[in-house]
């Protein structure tokens, strides 16, 4: 094996919770390093997903449950911790087939006496999750009901191949990342990168491709930073990180022979100084005229091999759900919904994001976005002007397709005469109704439906695989922040109807007082008054409260 040396390279690490690890590392293999926090953990807004989980497990609607780290497991227990008893979870969890994504959670499930049924290989990535699940349960996932507790950020890629394999999954997040509070740090990396003070990046992490290029998108340099990237050496810790940084249009060096920290760094002090020569060597201007998909998809040749090294070539670009190729809207937009999930934006504002996301990633002439008002699907967003109907068009459930796909939980993919089908309702205020084709999903949250997305083609249309797959899969990722932002929406009118009632009241009681009537009295003429000028009662009762504080006002001595 050659001697590990970075021969004084400037290295940088996005690393956050073990920078200083890395750090020490670096200089170890004579780096001189530049460590950047790139992301911070941070808790959910609201656990309301979590404790649902857990009235759920104690109901015993889970056959199945897939774990990804350590630190979700022990998060995840202490949520749960603050609603149950401690022991009843981890009886319930114990009686559950359990998935586990690598070594890393199990230690804490041993702790917990939970028995892992399968554990993926490395390097752990969501397909080995999936060859694990296979290989150790079959075609029984079709009867299993599946809870996913997730690791910061949700996988499409992953969600979209477990709906198709369970009879229902429900996602159990307890916390995610977030960008560090001071950017300025991350602002200079990317700065020192493009002005070629940096010599080799280490990602050890999607996320960190992802805030990277964020940072950069937001202060206008991330094409640079691109370019930047074909004279730096930049090496992925594996797989789902490379797929990352491909979708950036930035192609890995190498990755380590195995996804570890150690043998990252020193795998990439062994060959990091030959690889940036090669890198920054002028090419002839022939090969500088090359095809750029050519080199991109091309395998880096002066890489070492797993056959004489142990370290990895990255493989070629493959067309894979990462990133919604093949047409489709880029990976940002779905990160730009779950980045938000702990927002606290209004109901309507989250149905108008969802649905000129779907709009975007899937061409159609009409997206409608139901939420479930009790036994009524209410339409609640439009792509196309339907003012007279938003907010007051009723679905039932069961009634026609929208009103199916909230009954049975299933998604209906119709590629031509949309109206001929049996369970087709026409709706005359809804044009659209006449429309060829069209894709319908549920929204689900807590393994519960609380919605309903649609799209329609005014011509015949076969959705691909690809679509049927991305809505579903939207169908489950937004649903926790339609049923957070409904909630909040909910708690504000009733907290306004709360106030008006105390505003009212206290305007009826002056009225008592100043004109000797009853309260009933006092209620009529605060109500004639409204319906004559067209005002609230509220307008109303705030007038009379403001005109009793500027009489009592005119009365009271002067200071």
Same mark, same amino acid.
């Given at each position: ?29 004579? #780096? ?37 780290? #350590? ?326 459930? #069961? ?79 937004? #649903? ?80």
């Amino acid at each position: 094996m050659p001697h590990a040396s970075f021969d004084g390279l400037r290295v940088l690490s996005l690393e956050s919770r073990r920078a200083r690890e890395v750090e020490k590392l670096i200089r170890t293999y004579n #780096g001189d390093p530049l460590v950047v926090p790139s992301m911070r953990e941070i808790p959910l807004a609201s656990n309301t997903e979590c404790i649902e989980f857990g009235r759920a497990l104690l109901n015993d609607q889970f056959d199945a449950m897939i774990f990804f780290t #350590g630190v979700g497991v022990r998060a995840m227990m202490a949520i749960l911790d603050t609603a149950f008893e401690r022991d009843a979870i981890v009886s319930k969890l114990r009686g559950l087939t359990v998935i586990s994504r690598g070594v890393k959670p199990q230690a804490p499930l041993t702790e917990l006496g939970v028995p892992i049924a399968a554990q993926a290989t490395e390097p752990a990535t969501w397909r080995e999750v999936l060859e694990a699940i296979d290989t150790a349960l079959g075609e029984r996932t079709q009867s299993m009901r599946l809870a996913v507790q997730e690791y910061g950020a949700s996988n499409p890629e992953l969600l979209a191949e477990l709906v198709n394999r369970f009879a229902s999954v429900t996602k159990v997040p307890v916390y995610q990342w977030a960008l560090p509070e001071d950017l300025q740090p991350l602002q200079h990396a990317v700065s020192s990168t493009i002005a070629g003070s940096i010599d080799v990046v280490l990602f050890m992490t999607a996320v960190q491709v992802l805030h990277l290029f964020q940072v950069a998108d937001e202060i206008g340099v991330a094409a640079d930073l691109r370019r930047a990237f074909e004279t730096t050496v930049v090496i992925s810790v594996g797989p789902t990180t490379t797929e990352e940084l491909q979708q950036h249009g930035v192609q890995p060096d190498f990755e380590p022979s195995r996804p570890k920290m150690g043998f990252m760094i020193n795998e990439a002090a062994q060959y990091s100084s030959k690889t940036l020569a090669r890198k920054r060597t002028p090419r002839p201007p022939a090969e500088l005229s090359a095809p750029v998909e050519k080199e991109v998809a091309a395998p880096a040749r002066a890489v070492p091999t797993a056959k004489d090294s142990g370290v990895q070539q990255v493989s070629s670009m493959t067309s894979t759900m990462a990133g919604f190729k093949d047409g489709l809207a880029p990976l940002d937009i779905l990160h730009e919904i779950g980045s938000r999930i702990a927002l606290a934006d209004p109901l309507h504002l989250v149905l108008e994001r969802i649905m000129k996301f779907v709009s975007a990633v899937i061409p159609c002439d009409s997206c409608f976005v139901y939420t479930l008002e009790q036994d009524h699907l209410v339409l609640r967003a439009s792509k196309n002007p339907h003012s007279n109907e938003v907010d007051k068009l009723n679905v039932a459930v #069961g009634q026609g397709i929208t009103g199916w796909v909230a009954q049975h939980r299933e998604s209906v993919a119709i590629s031509e005469r949309a109206s001929e089908d049996p369970r087709f309702s026409f709706f005359a205020a809804l044009p659209e109704d006449r429309f060829e084709a069209m894709l319908c999903t549920p929204i689900v949250c807590a393994n519960r439906v609380i919605g309903v997305i649609t799209v329609q083609h005014r011509e015949p249309y076969q959705h691909t695989d690809l679509q049927r797959r991305l809505l579903a899969t939207l169908g489950i990722l937004v #649903g926790a922040e339609i049923e957070r932002a409904r909630l909040e929406t909910e708690n504000y009118e009733l907290s306004n109807r709360l106030e008006s009632r105390k505003v009212v009241d206290r305007a009826k009681g002056i009225l008592q007082r100043d004109l000797g009537i009853s309260e009933a009295e006092a209620y009529k003429r605060l109500q004639a008054e409204s319906r004559h000028r067209r005002r609230s009662m509220r307008d109303i009762a705030e007038a009379v409260l403001l005109s009793a504080d500027l009489h009592s006002t005119r009365e009271s001595p002067s200071s």
